[in-house]
């Protein structure tokens, strides 16, 4: 799979069939991790919920994770790059069921206008897209979900965006990062659609996106404060320790900030924290124990 994401989001930039690697390689391999520290598995490809269909014949995901959570010295797993069309409700009932599985999806809705959807030949609806976070909510109190859009692809309205503009604001997504399209030779877009909105726009409209998010990430993280949860330590930075919680992969998404002074933490490990204080994209904690 691929781990960047394209300015054309029309197709992957992975060409080709999916292809699967054997869930007995896979639960190998993660097994092997164990065995040398690793405390924390990011599951990631171009489209995690389309696992299985090419070797087994069926969507194999909430199997996967299962087995997955059968290692005993995994403590988190993560979801990354799980498209919303078809989304298996199997996987819903395994990430609510099993401890292991952090509350945490990374789900790439790149728009929400019917008319951005069809143009980027996305097979899922607003409806459907607004359907299925409801759902997640609904079966997974508190899931942080991570979402990524792309602003002035071709055919781009002002009214599109300010639908996008909307759905930001009231679906509050926890993690949220924004791309303006450009174009990538011989993609779809590239050959058959006009870039008709000018680049000063797309980045205002980059920009407006960011400003929204900014409040909705504050007010979010607003809500952590004296809240208690289970931190993982990744580095430390002068005065600072610096970990993170089951909503936040590393190198993508906010940190939590620990002063270090009169203790000792150690990398890799997990530490019961409480929130004392935020930023617009940082938490500040405390340690219990």
């Given at each position: 799979?691929?781990?960047?994401?394209?300015?054309?989001?029309?197709?992957?930039?992975?060409?080709?069939?999916?292809?699967?690697?054997?869930?007995?390689?896979?639960?190998?391999?993660?097994?092997?991790?164990?065995?040398?520290?690793?405390?924390?598995?990011?599951?990631?490809?171009?489209?995690?919920?389309?696992?299985?269909?090419?070797?087994?014949?069926?969507?194999?995901?909430?199997?996967?994770?299962?087995?997955?959570?059968?290692?005993?010295?995994?403590?988190?797993?993560?979801?990354?790059?799980?498209?919303?069309?078809?989304?298996?409700?199997?996987?819903?009932?395994?990430?609510?069921?099993?401890?292991?599985?952090?509350?945490?999806?990374?789900?790439?809705?790149?728009?929400?206008?019917?008319?951005?959807?069809?143009?980027?030949?996305?097979?899922?609806?607003?409806?459907?897209?607004?359907?299925?976070?409801?759902?997640?909510?609904?079966?997974?109190?508190?899931?942080?979900?991570?979402?990524?859009?792309?602003?002035?692809?071709?055919?781009?309205?002002?009214?599109?965006?300010?639908?996008?503009?909307?759905?930001?604001?009231?679906?509050?997504?926890?993690?949220?990062?924004?791309?303006?399209?450009?174009?990538?030779?011989?993609?779809?877009?590239?050959?058959?659609?006009?870039?008709?909105?000018e680049d000063a726009v797309k980045q205002e409209?980059?920009?407006?996106?960011?400003?929204?998010?900014?409040?909705?990430?504050?007010?979010n993280n607003a809500r952590r404060i004296g809240?208690?949860?289970?931190?993982?330590?990744?580095?430390?930075?002068?005065?600072?320790?610096?970990?993170?919680?089951?909503?936040?992969?590393?190198?993508?998404?906010?940190?939590?900030?620990?002063?270090?002074?009169?203790?000792?933490?150690?990398?890799?490990?997990?530490?019961?924290?409480?929130?004392?204080?935020?930023?617009?994209?940082?938490?500040?904690?405390?340690?219990?124990?």
């Open positions: 799979g691929c781990n960047w994401m394209c300015g054309d989001c029309a197709i992957p930039l992975v060409r080709g069939r999916h292809k699967s690697v054997p869930m007995e390689d896979l639960v190998a391999e993660a097994e092997k991790l164990a065995e040398k520290g690793v405390r924390e598995l990011m599951v990631i490809a171009q489209d995690t919920t389309y696992y299985g269909v090419d070797i087994y014949g069926e969507r194999k995901l909430a199997e996967l994770l299962e087995r997955l959570c059968r290692i005993e010295k995994i403590e988190w797993i993560r979801l990354h790059y799980a498209y919303p069309t078809d989304f298996p409700d199997e996987v819903i009932e395994v990430m609510a069921r099993e401890k292991k599985i952090c509350k945490y999806l990374d789900i790439p809705f790149q728009h929400i206008s019917d008319n951005q959807l069809t143009l980027m030949k996305r097979r899922h609806t607003k409806a459907e897209a607004l359907a299925l976070i409801n759902k997640l909510r609904a079966a997974i109190p508190d899931i942080a979900l991570r979402t990524t859009l792309l602003v002035g692809y071709p055919g781009e309205t002002e009214e599109d965006f300010m639908e996008l503009m909307e759905f930001v604001k009231t679906t509050k997504f926890d993690r949220l990062g924004v791309f303006a399209y450009s174009e990538e030779e011989g993609t779809y877009s590239a050959t058959r659609l006009k870039d008709d909105v409209r980059v920009e407006r996106i960011m400003r929204l998010q900014e409040r909705v990430s504050l007010a809240q208690k949860m289970r931190a993982i330590i990744d580095r430390r930075e002068g005065d600072f320790y610096i970990g993170r919680s089951e909503y936040d992969s590393p190198e993508v998404d906010q940190e939590i900030i620990i002063d270090s002074a009169g203790k000792r933490l150690y990398r890799g490990r997990f530490y019961d924290v409480e929130v004392t204080d935020c930023e617009d994209y940082d938490l500040y904690a405390r340690v219990l124990r």
